[in-house]
């Protein structure tokens, strides 16, 4: 076992009596199936999509103290200390949504986790354009969503790294941060574990209710979403880019940019995004 007076280890058997519900459970709050913590793997993405493979377990949570293959978006490396970080993947299935719409998914999963971090850590959290988790400026959190399976019924694993006690020597770029940098006033793993996972539970459950209308969920996407109002450079495939206002997110949950000199604007996603920065 990883040991760091100053790093503890998460408390699976805690964990899963908080979030964990049984055969005869009526909490709510109780959504997920399983959860496991494990002391080191790889990716705990890939760990759950290759369960998903073998139909194993919707609902499923799994948490690692280390990450040696974390990875983001355009396999971006995602690495931190031993129990610095929380490192937590979830797998969700979506009966009747269509597949246009997985990309909600972990739109949905960052204002689930600002959400939590506003209300428990008590940090100024905010969303960047798609999913990254930003205190003023800095990324604290990062959320990849990969598709397990499309039939019978889409499912997807979403994951979240997100930075507790990395110091400053320790962050892996310069324009990273973590909670205990930023002053947050709860930096317990066990504790933030417990508030993003409720906190996804209860907007998947108001999404899953709507029969997966996503208009209350991209009001409270915009309202989160820092990046809105704001003059961006979109870095596209092939060089190009694109340099305008983001005034909207649409439907679909891509980026609405109005480009310099132009009235018309612009739906990009994120798929054709390689980065998008602020100007």
């Not at 979403?158 to 020597?169: E, Y």
Request: one cysteine or more; aromatic letters at 4%; a negative charge.
């Amino acid at each position: 076992m990883w040991t760091d007076l100053n790093r503890p280890p998460l408390c699976a058997d805690n964990l899963r009596a908080a979030l964990v519900r049984g055969n005869e459970d009526s909490d709510q709050r109780k959504f997920w199936a399983r959860l496991d913590v494990v002391e080191e793997t790889g990716s705990t993405n890939a760990d759950l999509l290759a369960r998903a493979a073998r139909s194993e377990c919707d609902r499923h949570v799994l948490l690692a103290e280390f990450q040696g293959s974390g990875r983001g978006r355009h396999s971006r490396v995602w690495v931190s200390p031993p129990q610095a970080q929380i490192a937590v993947s979830a797998l969700l299935t979506m009966p009747g949504l269509s597949v246009g719409a997985m990309g909600w998914l972990p739109l949905l999963t960052g204002v689930a986790v600002v959400d939590a971090l506003r209300v428990v850590a008590k940090v100024p959290a905010e969303l960047k354009w798609p999913n990254d988790v930003l205190i003023d400026g800095r990324k604290v959190a990062g959320i990849l969503a990969e598709v397990a399976t499309t039939t019978p019924d889409p499912t997807v694993v979403v994951g979240i790294g997100l930075n507790v006690s990395l110091t400053r020597d320790e962050l892996p770029v310069e324009h990273a941060t973590s909670l205990v940098l930023e002053g947050a006033e709860v930096s317990d793993r066990d504790t933030l574990v417990r508030a993003v996972l409720r906190a996804i539970a209860e907007r998947w459950q108001q999404w899953h209710d709507s029969n997966w209308d996503v208009t209350d969920l991209a009001e409270a996407y915009r309202a989160r979403c820092g990046t809105l109002g704001r003059r961006v450079r979109a870095e596209l495939p092939g060089g190009r880019e694109l340099i305008g206002i983001a005034t909207d997110v649409d439907q679909e949950g891509r980026v609405v940019i109005t480009p310099d000199g132009q009235a018309d604007p612009m739906s990009v996603s994120a798929g054709d995004i390689t980065h998008l920065r602020p100007v």
